[in-house]
């Protein structure tokens, strides 16, 4: 089994930033691309940004110049730089990982359970 921890949420002020990580660890051979979805009250699930194991990076329109992801394979982690947080940007922020975990090369998606991100205007 894997399992994918976020850290990092809380509530700020429009205008300042947040640092997101998250985790993976379990059974684990490697994992190809990762990647940051958010979901607000109401709204479906959307992609923030996403990163291939070669640095091959998407961002969302929205979030494009004041976000960066970034990744650390060694450590199977996931990062999410937040900065000029505005408040459509509250939303629960999930990280994903599609994950190899054994011989046969197969890619499973895995999710973590989320992290609250609140900006107040």
């Known amino acids: 089994q894997v399992q994918l921890v976020e850290s990092g949420g809380g509530l700020v002020q429009a205008g300042e930033s947040l640092r997101l ?3 993976a660890s379990g059974r684990i051979l ?3 691309d990762m990647g940051w ?3 607000a009250p109401g709204q479906q699930r959307e992609l ?3 990163i ?3 640095g091959v990076i998407n961002y ?3 979030v494009k110049g004041r976000f960066t992801i970034s990744r650390d394979n060694t450590k199977n982690m996931v990062f ?3 900065n000029s947080l505005e408040p459509q940007d509250t939303a629960v922020y999930y990280c994903n ?3 190899r975990s054994g011989i046969v090369t197969i890619w499973i998606p895995y999710w973590g359970q989320g992290t609250q991100v609140t900006v107040s205007s």
């Open 21 to 23: 990580s998250c985790a």
């Open 30 to 32: 490697s994992i190809n």
């Open 37 to 39: 979805y958010r979901q």
């Open 48 to 50: 923030v940004a996403r």
């Open 52 to 54: 291939t194991r070669g």
């Open 60 to 62: 969302a329109d929205s």
């Open 80 to 82: 999410l730089q937040m």
């Open 97 to 99: 990982a599609d994950v």
